[in-house]
């Protein structure tokens, strides 16, 4: 079956730009989860959702991040105002529940690249 | 909060001989443990996790890991790595009451395998 989905794959824009990056889970995975990998910290945990609940938006490194999550699947991180030290790889992940025992499925990741 | 230490950003190793990945985390509350493989140009894919039972935990390609408690560690060994094995390698903790917590990531370790 399908994977975990993420668009675009390569996202350059220049600095004070806004960008949305989108994430299609796995059909039937109730939880998912944005992660940034970047060089200098590795890979962080930015924002979980669980179905229609209200995520948990502590992780998220500034108040420029924001996500949603629309009818539980589809799920879109953005970004207003990018910084240079916004440029990453953004990574989401689906599981088919809440928490720790289930294995979260990656998607290929969108390179952002901020000019 | 949890923090999972590698100590190892790189490691190199020749064709068919054994390997050693060092994984130690810190956490106030008991954690699930995992290792998840992330192949050159490719997505993070899951190697083995620990959750409940034998201490010694299988995964695939010929992986295994063992999770000690008293030395907060979860080393990931193979017998014999081949150059396919050749891949970044992350080992991720998550607290076991779930929830709104992702994974909590090392910095990862390179395994370089020479012909």
């Known amino acids: 079956g399908a994977g975990v989905s993420q668009s675009p794959s390569n996202k350059v824009t220049e600095k004070g730009k806004d960008v949305e990056l989108r994430c299609d889970p796995i059909?039937?995975?109730?939880?998912l989860y944005w992660y940034r990998q970047s060089l200098g910290q590795g890979l962080e945990f930015l924002i979980y959702?669980?179905?229609?609940?209200?995520?948990?938006k502590s992780g998220l490194p500034s108040d420029r991040f924001s996500a949603e999550r629309t009818g539980g699947s589809v799920s879109t991180l953005t970004i207003q105002r990018t910084q240079q030290e916004d440029s990453a790889v953004y990574l989401c992940?689906?599981?088919?529940?809440?928490?720790?025992?289930?294995?979260?499925?990656f998607g290929p990741g969108t390179r952002l690249t901020v000019l | 909060a949890q923090s999972v230490t590698q100590l190892d950003s790189q490691v190199p190793v020749f064709e068919e001989a054994p390997v050693e990945l060092r994984c130690n985390y810190s956490?106030?509350?008991?954690?699930?443990l995992f290792w998840y493989v992330q192949y050159p140009n490719q997505g993070l894919q899951l190697l083995l996790k620990?959750?409940?039972?034998?201490?010694l935990v299988k995964g695939i390609n010929g992986f295994e890991a063992e999770f000690n408690k008293s030395q907060t560690s979860f080393h990931l060994r193979k017998p014999s790595v081949h150059i396919s094995d050749t891949a970044e390698y992350f080992c991720?903790?998550?607290?076991?009451?779930?929830?709104?917590?992702?994974?909590?990531f090392g910095k990862g370790t390179h395994l370089i395998i020479q012909p």
């Open positions: 992940a689906s599981s088919l529940g809440a928490g720790g025992p289930h294995e979260q499925f």
């Open positions: 059909s039937g995975h109730t939880a």
């Open positions: 959702f669980q179905g229609n609940s209200a995520p948990d």
């Open positions: 956490s106030s509350v008991s954690v699930y």
């Open positions: 620990y959750l409940s039972g034998s201490t």
């Open positions: 991720a903790v998550t607290p076991r009451g779930g929830g709104a917590d992702g994974l909590t």
